[in-house]
């Protein structure tokens, strides 16, 4: 799976909006990319999938430029809730084939009073 | 929620021994895989199955074996437990057949002292 980077700490104010951007230079064409949010001690979950250009659920937004080596993770208005560690995956999750998800190192999310 | 459960949640063994830890499934869904996640680090892929079958292994010696049974569910087994393997074990269970993506368990936190 293509390797991804992204920044390994985060500091926001409660209410603002953050944006995290993972770095993915050797995505495959038929790789997705998805986030996930991790709490201590519990197992992550999962937060959007997206291919190109923009995806938004309930909870957030993911922006994918053109050339799909990058992507941002966008959470409106955050609450002290959102404190977690944010994981970028980029592969095939499912295909018919063998399936692995890679997880880097994420990125440890504070939001502050 | 998403409707994949583990057991136990904590478990505490002596090196040396042997442990058997355990998933099952969100309904619906037909392949599992399982992770070690360190302290401090992203989660780590040590296998799949689907259809009771190895469907793929990450970089894990072979004293880390699996099951999976007819109804989806599935273990995973230890032996010659080492101080190392001290973590939080999760499976995720998924649909192969889609590109939706993996739901985890809350996992199993496990100690060898």
Known sequence: ?113 | ETGVTQSPTHLIKTRGQQVTLRCSSQSGHNTVSWYQQALGQGPQFIFQYYREEENGRGNFPPRFSGLQFPNYSSELNVNALELDDSALYLCASSFRDTQETQYFGPGTRLLVL
Not at chain 1, 20 to 25: F, G, K, P
Not at chain 1, 49 to 57: A, S
């Open chain 1, 1 to 113: 799976l293509a390797k991804t980077t992204q920044p390994i700490s985060m500091d926001s104010y409660e209410g603002q909006e953050v944006n995290i951007t993972c770095s993915h230079n050797n995505i495959a064409t038929n790789d997705y990319i998805t986030w996930y949010q991790q709490f201590p001690s519990q197992g992550p979950r999962f937060i959007i999938q997206g291919y190109k250009t923009k995806v938004t659920n309930e909870v957030a937004s993911l922006f994918i430029p053109a050339d799909r080596k990058s992507s941002t993770l966008s959470l409106p208005r955050v609450s002290l809730s959102d404190t977690a560690v944010y994981y970028c995956l980029v592969g095939v999750l499912n295909s018919g084939g063998y399936q692995k998800v890679t997880f880097g190192t994420g990125t440890k999310l504070q939001v502050i009073p």
